[in-house]
């Protein structure tokens, strides 16, 4: 069974890190896409930072500048260094993967919870 597992979320004061960690297990086709997204209550998700194949990131503007994402291809691993938090950070992080092979198609993972206090 084709898994997203993702960790890394937490409490942390305004202006603080994170660093957040997703992997796909259970297939050895790589992903094009693998990236985050977040969810903040009352809102609609919205793409924070993706990676196409291996070195095409895209970032929200809103992240640009204080998050970084990186990928490990060879191994369906994707990190997001959250640096310079701000309070309006704050929601479900959640990681995607997208599969063009393997008829694996979108995934998911259940999300991991990032506040950031002011």
């Known amino acids: 069974q084709v898994q997203v597992v993702e960790s890394g979320g937490g409490l942390v004061q305004a202006g603080g890190s994170l660093r957040l960690s997703c992997s796909v297990s259970?297939?050895?086709?790589?992903?094009?896409?693998m990236g985050w997204y977040r969810q903040a209550p009352g809102k609609q998700r919205e793409l924070v930072a993706r990676?196409?194949?291996?070195?095409?990131?895209n970032y929200s503007d809103f992240v640009k500048g204080r998050f970084t994402i990186s990928r490990l291809h060879t191994k369906n691993t994707v990190y997001l260094q959250m640096n310079s938090l701000k309070p309006e950070d704050t929601g479900a992080y959640y990681c995607?993967?997208?599969?063009?092979?393997?008829?694996?198609?979108?995934?998911w993972g259940q999300g991991t919870q990032v506040t950031v206090s002011s």
């Open positions: 259970g297939t050895l086709f790589g992903a094009k896409t």
């Open positions: 995607n993967a997208q599969f063009i092979v393997g008829r694996i198609g979108d995934l």
């Open positions: 990676v196409i194949n291996e070195d095409i990131t």
